[in-house]
């Protein structure tokens, strides 16, 4: 076994401790937008609705919009469990990427034929948010900055120019360090239209802003406890506090237990964890360069993720996929410093130029993780209520190509994106407790041994690949 390049090149103990020794466990994105972001009011009575959508991240809020934009004279109502955004949508990385299948890779092992489609699907997708970004004002930090992959091990080295991506340039080391300057970049690929860069809970604040404009009738603090319903009646949404009954729902819950039972085991939540520093000085960002602002990736298995905010913090996350036996969400699963502290001490061996900087915020999310690492989409009663959930930690830009799914399958519209094999395939499920834990954590072990052995899979992962099966954030 070979030791990764984060654990021959060690930073000294004590400036991960300093880096983390005032930290506070919050959420950066979300506390920065707490005093400006609306409060919706929580359903109260019965009501009845043309259509009603269930979750207020991002999923439930484009299919909101959308609904009201193709028929203003219908009602909307979205019912929210707690507050707009503050779920994946308010605390993920940010990175709005073009891919709406989890990374090319993932579409041409899955759906060879169509991932020339689902690429060009996926790049109009992120023109599509851009376009509406700045037709609406909506005020997101939205920055089209490109992606950079890079090669930490010799072994990542060699994978760099294996796609067919005409885009993607191909950076040697001296190359990739003009971009951003760091002793593990050994090479990388950088792809100019793959990646924007926004602030998460600005874009859940602001889309709810919109919709709520355009006469979507939004409630907080409004979980729906149950689903009734059939193909010839209305569907009917039973909260603590009044029943919404509608004539279409869709439901956007992600990691949540889904309302449908049928779906209960297509998902399971894995935990990810995020750093953010300090806004860095204008000395501390020239030792860096980053001048092109790019989201940055690292090539292993285990990746971590990281790019600049508006007042130049560094994110950083990802390592770290933790699924916690018997795949409960608690909050306490967010508090792991096991975890941040790995994460501070990977910072620092990429970044040592930057020793003394301090992270101001740590926090983690949940990630509705599907064995095919993608969104997948569901139906019942007759196509009334619609689902789509499985984003895999890729659903920034996603959700909004699962919106227009959503409403192509609502109006029985059969469009190039209804007839993908992706959105007409539902992936196979996990299995139940203890089986699913004992497969997760084989899975887990598998893909770190993998980035300790040259990237070389095991037979446990390569049954995996050939089954199209999986375990990833
Ligand atoms: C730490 C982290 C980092 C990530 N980084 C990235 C990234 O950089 N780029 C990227 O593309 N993706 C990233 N992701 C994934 C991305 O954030 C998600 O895929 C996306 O936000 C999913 O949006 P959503 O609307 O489906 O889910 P959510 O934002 O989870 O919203 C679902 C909502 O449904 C509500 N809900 C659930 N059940 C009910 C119910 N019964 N009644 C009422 N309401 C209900 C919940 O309260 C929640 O608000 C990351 C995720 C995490 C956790």
């Known amino acids: 076994m070979h030791p990764t390049i984060f654990e021959t090149h060690r930073p000294a103990a004590k400036i991960v401790e300093d880096s983390l020794a005032g930290t506070k466990l919050a959420c950066f994105w979300t506390e920065d937008v707490a005093d400006r972001a609306a409060r919706y ?59 709406i299948t989890h990374g090319e890779p993932n579409a041409e092992a899955r759906w060879p034929d169509e991932t020339g489609t689902l690429r060009r699907l996926g790049h109009e997708n992120l023109d599509a948010i851009e376009r509406f970004i700045e037709q609406h004002g909506l005020d997101v930090d939205f920055e089209r900055t490109g992606q950079l992959a890079v090669a930490n091990e010799p072994h990542q080295q060699e994978w760099l120019g294996e796609g067919d991506d005409p885009e993607v340039e191909v950076l040697d080391r001296e190359a990739v360090q003009r971009r951003i300057t760091s002793p593990t970049f050994l090479g990388g690929e950088f792809a100019p239209r793959e990646n924007a860069n926004l602030h998460p809970a600005k874009l859940a604040a602001e889309l709810a802003r919109h919709a709520a404009e355009i006469g979507v009738e939004i409630h907080e603090h409004t979980p729906v406890q149950r689903l009734d319903g059939s193909a010839e009646e209305p569907i009917r949404l039973t909260t603590e506090r009044g029943v919404v009954t509608a004539e279409r729902v869709a439901l956007c819950t992600n990691v949540f237990p889904s309302l449908l039972k049928r779906y209960r085991f297509h998902t399971v939540p894995v935990y990810d964890y995020v750093l953010m520093t300090e806004p860095l000085t204008d000395e501390q960002l020239a030792s860096i360069g980053w001048e092109g602002r790019e989201g940055l990736a690292d090539m292993a298995n285990q990746f971590h993720y990281s790019r600049l905010t508006k007042d130049n913090r560094i994110l950083w996350g990802g390592y770290d996929a933790v699924y916690f036996a018997g795949g409960r969400i608690k909050r306490e699963h967010e508090d792991r410093m096991e975890s941040h502290r790995k994460l501070a001490s990977h910072f620092f061996t990429t970044f040592p130029q930057l020793a003394g900087v301090k992270f101001t915020h740590r926090w983690a999310g949940v990630i509705d993780t599907s064995t095919r690492f993608c969104a997948f989409f569901g139906q019942a009663h007759g196509g009334r209520v619609q689902y789509v959930a499985g984003f895999t930690g890729l659903g920034v830009g996603a959700t909004h190509f699962a919106a227009d799914v959503l409403l192509d399958r609502f109006e029985g519209r059969v469009t190039e994106r209804t007839e993908l094999e992706m959105v007409k395939q539902v992936p196979l499920p996990f299995p139940p407790e203890p089986a699913a834990s004992i497969g997760i954590n084989l899975t887990r072990w598998s893909l770190d041994r993998a980035d300790h052995n040259q990237g070389k899979r095991n037979v446990l992962l390569k049954t995996l690949d050939a089954l199209g099966l999986g375990f990833d954030s």
């Open 41 to 99: 009011p929580a359903l109260d009575g019965d009501t009845r609705a043309d259509d009603a959508v269930v979750g207020g991240g991002y999923a439930g809020l484009w299919t909101a919009i959308k609904l009201k934009t193709a028929h203003p004279e219908r009602r909307v109502v979205l019912l929210e469990a707690v507050r707009v955004g503050w779920a994946a949508s308010g605390r993920n990385g940010g990175f709005c990427e073009a891919s």
